[in-house]
Each structure stands twice: as structure tokens, then as C-alpha cells.
């Protein structure tokens, strides 16, 4: 596996990264914990040294396994984690968010214990709060980093404003935000940003939660408990609708003699080289076939053939309901 510095002064680390909240939350039952465990170990073995989790994946259960999973190579691998959501004495996420100065260390302190670790590698904050001023929540971090409980400082869904005022408190070590080839918003004022800050990217949901791989369509019947229900894009019309993007890229997959995830990350991973995208998977079989990507070569032909096939397919439907929508870009 090939190695990439996220950001200019970020730490090294494999090209592809494993998001591992889908193993715990979100898209149906959690994994059977030998097998999750099991994907997470195979993964290191193939290389990969970034892994993402968060205290509300679960709650807490999303870190208590990657903690577990990831013990035996401490040091050798990078993980990151995140704060920032509400959640109530009983362990249950409850509306609104959190990143109050108190909170913050509370979370962290909390979440050093489940990952089994003396320090975090990454600590985002998940959501920016409107009532924190960013300036605080990238103090904090900055305590917590000159503590040595934290060592490098990040931010989810955060919009170039507010990233340029959290890296001038701290530095800014990675973005993570939702981008792939059926969501190129980042590519407006983040993108741009980013490079001259010198701030790395890390794009979640890469296979456009899965949609992108060819797997799905509008018959596809998802968990009563998969989020993919309540977002407008996944509803069955937008599936029928959003094929055609499906269409283009198996097309051109075929032309390469990849599959179209595999096509989908190359592409991303060939943006910027301080891109570094997290592909979550509960099966070894995607896990291989994800980490493949790294080495599919797109020429400068390539790029403009696969960015002229996306831009003549316009994608139906909103990324996220309303009341998901109003906690990103701020």
C-alpha cells in the first residue's frame, strides 16, 4: 500500500484508510465482533495504517471495537476520532450538538480509553456547534495536543470560513467532508482551501455510501435501521434516476478492467496527493477489491474522460434531509 502526508505538516499514512463506523452503526445490525474484528486486523495487513471512528458510532461501541482491533499495533497505525453530538447518561444520541470547552475534554479523555491509547492520533470535531465559537473548540484542542493527550487537530463538515479561523488558533491538520463523483461541492471553496493552507482531506462516504460500487438500484430493499432511508437520495426514484451515473462508470471501469468502486477511489485518490479517502465495508471481499484501487493508474486522458461522462449526468435528489442538512457547512 502506498503512503500519503495528510497535509503538509500531517502524519504519514496508507493511501486508502478504513472508515469503520458501518461495522457498529447506521447501515443495519453491527458486524458479528469476531468478524469486525477479523476485517479491521486484515486491513492493517494490507496495509492500511488510518482508521476512522467516532464516540456517537454506536454510541461508543464503534470505538470500544477499533480500540480493541487495533491494540496490538499500537504505534503503527493512525486513528482517528471525533467529538461533538449529544449524548445522554444511558449511552443514547440525543438531539443537538456539543463542542463546549468541558465537553471536549470529557470526550476525549473518555474516548482515550475505549481506543486503549495514551494519546489520540487525529481528533475531529464531528459537527461545528453554533454555539462555540471555533476559536474555543481549536483552543481546546490545542491544550489537549500541548498535553500530549491529542497530536494532531481536524474538522468534519466544516465550511472554508470556518476552517481558515480554526487553523489560525491551530493548526488544521486534516478536513474530513462528504466527496466523491455524485457529490463535488468540496471542489467550489474547500478544495482551494485546503491546498493553500496546506490542510489535508479526507473524503467519507468515497462509493457514495455504497451507491457507486453497482450494487444498488431502486429495488434494492435496505434495514429497517440503515440512515440510507432517510436520505432523499437514496429514495427509490432517485436510485432509478441515478443509475445512468452508474451506467457512465461501469462503462468505463470495463475500459480499465477495474470495477467501478475501484474506478470511483482512483479517481479520487488521483484529485490531489493529499487526498485520502475512507471506505467503510463490513465483507473482506469489498475490503479487497477497495484497497486495490490503490494501485489503478488514470492517466491525464483518463480523468477528462471520466469528468465529461460524470458532468453529463446530473444526480437526482438532496444529500441529506432537512434536519441532517443544517448541521453541515458552517
Not at 443495519?28 to 468478524?35: E, I, Q, Y
Not at 474530513?176 to 482531506?201: D, H, K, M, N, V
Request: glycine share 8%; aromatic share 6%.
Amino acid at each position: 500500500m502506498r503512503t500519503r502526508k495528510l497535509g503538509r505538516h500531517g502524519p504519514e499514512v496508507s493511501a486508502l484508510g478504513l472508515g469503520c463506523m458501518g461495522l457498529s452503526a447506521f447501515y443495519g445490525p453491527a458486524t458479528d465482533h469476531a468478524a469486525a474484528i477479523r476485517l479491521i486486523r486484515t486491513a492493517v495487513e494490507r496495509g492500511v495504517t488510518f482508521f476512522d471512528t467516532a464516540e456517537i458510532y454506536g454510541p461508543f461501541a464503534n470505538e470500544l471495537l477499533v480500540g480493541e482491533a487495533l491494540e496490538p499495533f499500537k504505534g503503527r497505525v493512525t486513528i482517528a476520532t471525533k467529538f461533538g453530538f449529544r449524548i445522554d447518561p444511558e449511552g443514547r444520541q440525543v438531539p443537538g450538538l456539543d463542542s463546549r470547552p468541558a465537553h471536549i475534554r470529557e470526550v476525549a479523555e473518555a474516548s482515550l480509553k475505549r481506543l486503549r491509547v495514551e494519546c489520540i492520533d487525529l481528533l475531529y470535531q464531528h459537527r461545528v456547534d453554533p454555539d462555540v465559537p471555533i476559536e474555543d473548540v481549536a483552543g481546546t484542542v490545542s491544550d489537549l495536543v500541548n498535553e500530549g493527550k491529542v497530536k494532531y487537530f481536524g474538522l468534519s463538515e466544516a465550511d472554508a470560513g470556518t476552517v481558515r479561523r480554526a487553523h489560525a488558533v491551530h493548526p488544521v491538520t486534516a478536513l474530513q467532508s462528504e466527496y466523491s463523483l455524485w457529490w463535488r461541492e468540496p471542489e467550489e471553496e474547500i478544495l482551494p482551501t485546503l491546498e493553500e493552507l496546506g490542510i489535508g482531506f479526507v473524503p467519507f462516504s468515497p462509493l457514495g455510501r455504497g451507491f457507486l460500487t453497482g450494487k444498488i438500484d431502486e429495488n434494492t430493499q435496505f434495514d429497517a435501521s440503515d440512515t440510507r432511508n432517510r436520505l432523499p437520495r437514496f429514495s427509490a426514484e432517485a436510485r432509478k434516476a441515478n443509475l445512468s451515473l452508474v451506467d457512465v462508470l461501469t462503462a468505463l471501469a470495463a475500459q480499465k478492467q477495474v470495477t467501478p468502486a475501484q474506478l470511483a477511489l482512483a479517481w479520487l485518490l488521483a484529485r490531489k496527493p493529499w487526498i485520502v479517502p475512507i471506505p467503510g465495508t463490513t465483507k473482506l471481499k469489498r475490503l479487497e477489491e477497495n484497497l486495490a484501487a490503490a494501485d489503478v493508474s488514470l492517466s491525464a486522458a483518463d480523468l477528462r474522460q471520466i469528468d465529461a461522462a460524470a458532468n453529463s449526468v446530473t444526480v437526482q435528489g438532496e444529500r441529506y434531509p432537512e434536519d441532517m442538512a443544517r448541521l453541515v457547512r458552517r
